[in-house]
């Protein structure tokens, strides 16, 4: 059960990992980094899913993160 649960919280720390990395943008106002989801219901879910890490990646990195694309 415990290596269950091991290979769960690295897949799932791992695709937050590959979503950040592919879906950062700079924003020109304020020339910060943000991890960018979908607009989408998928989007949606995936931001919720990750949530946990994002608010560990916005205290470490400054990173922060938002569906859909700026305004």
């Not at 950062?24 to 949530?51: C, F, H, M, N």
């Not at 470490?60 to 700026?70: A, Y």
């Amino acid at each position: 059960m415990k290596k269950l649960l091991f290979v769960l919280l690295v897949a799932w720390t791992s695709s937050f990992a590959y979503f950040r990395n592919a879906n950062t943008e700079v924003w020109v106002k304020d020339k910060q980094s943000y991890v960018i989801y979908p607009a989408t219901p998928v989007g949606q879910g995936l931001y919720y899913l990750w949530r946990p890490l994002s608010y560990v990646d916005k205290e470490l990195t400054g990173r922060g993160s938002h569906i859909g694309p700026h305004r």
